[in-house]
């Protein structure tokens, strides 16, 4: 039976995260040290103190979430040598899921994810993007609902998270008319989300030159272990069609749902989300009732996995 490490995107941090790692593993102080003196933020005060303002910019979220997930990981690897048979990372975990996976280290994947977020925070003008997320439709239905809201104006299914939970993001007010018109197809729920950059859509792509450039600056090694890539949920041939996939995956969906159903084809059953939050538990559990899901954020919740793992 084989084991995925899944690692989480924006939206799993929260003030005080972090605490019981950074108290008692010394592994988890010294990734935040090290992760904070490669993008110059004070990530471990952000992480246990906030404010909540502050750790939900998306130039702040994602170095800290990455090395958040990165803490985790250490502390795993400090309590036993198991490793998983893949990796892999929701939107902004996929670059978590490379140093797991060697191919970069955590202080370049740090100044990068960082780079990212201010690229993405500057390609569109604060309040004039914006993601909603959609309940209770099929994928075909979204992508219908975008076209026709669209006008003329940007909007598109970006995040395929598991049957029935799919996030839309674009203009706002294509995205309005999106949320309108899913409604009356029938939506559970179909609300505006707390973001504050519209991701993996179009709006991003012009983006993609500057982070091309600074990827091509940076080592990379071949991974020590599988990794699936979000953009086109496969496991990529060689370094430089992983490069092209991170390049597409800031202006292209996440295709979550197709990505853990393709692991369970290659024989994965046991999928541990390493990070902070439960939020791609919970997703996974949705898209294949039948594997088994586990969480790890601490010292207690690493230890039950190595248990479960183990037994």
């Known amino acids: 039976m084989k084991t995925v490490f899944m690692f989480p995107g924006q939206g799993s ?6 605490t019981d790692l950074l108290s008692q593993c010394a592994g988890a102080r010294d990734v935040f040290e090290r992760a904070s003196a490669a993008s110059g933020l004070d990530l471990r005060k952000l992480a246990l103190e906030g404010p909540e303002s502050e750790i939900n910019r998306t130039e702040i979220t994602q170095p800290l979430v990455l090395t958040a997930s990165v803490a985790v990981w250490r502390a795993w690897q400090e309590r036993d040598s198991f490793r998983p048979d893949y990796v892999c990372g929701h939107s902004l975990g996929e670059y978590t ?3 797991a996976a060697e191919v970069m280290s955590l202080e370049d994947a740090v100044a990068l994810v960082h780079l990212r977020g201010q690229l993405m925070q500057n390609a569109v003008p604060e ?3 914006a993601m909603a997320a959609l309940l209770g439709l099929e994928d075909e239905q979204v992508i219908e609902v975008c076209a026709e809201a669209a006008q003329g104006e940007v909007v598109a299914a970006v995040n395929f998270n598991s049957p029935g939970q799919v996030v839309i993001s674009g203009q706002k007010a294509a995205l309005e008319r999106a949320i309108e018109l899913a409604k009356v197809r029938g939506a559970k729920r179909a609300a505006m989300l707390a973001v504050s950059v519209p991701c993996h859509c179009a709006l991003l792509e012009p983006a993609g030159k500057s982070l091309a450039e600074a990827i091509e600056k940076l080592s990379f090694q071949a991974p020590k272990i599988p990794v699936m890539q979000n953009v086109n949920a496969s496991i990529p041939q060689d370094l430089d069609e992983l490069k092209r996939n991170l ?5 292209s969906p996440v295709q979550w749902t197709q ?3 393709n692991l369970v084809t290659l024989g994965a059953q046991n999928f541990v989300e390493c990070g902070p939050g439960k939020v791609l538990s919970g997703l996974t559990k949705r898209i294949d009732k039948g594997i088994q899901c586990h ?4 010292l207690a919740t690493i230890d ?3 248990a479960a793992l183990l037994d």
């Open 13 to 18: 941090q929260s003030v005080g995260m972090m």
């Open 304 to 306: 039950d996995v190595l």
């Open 295 to 298: 969480n790890m954020s601490d």
């Open 97 to 99: 899921a490379l140093v």
């Open 259 to 261: 990505s853990i159903r």
């Open 247 to 251: 390049v597409a995956h800031l202006y």
């Open 127 to 129: 309040g004039e993007g």
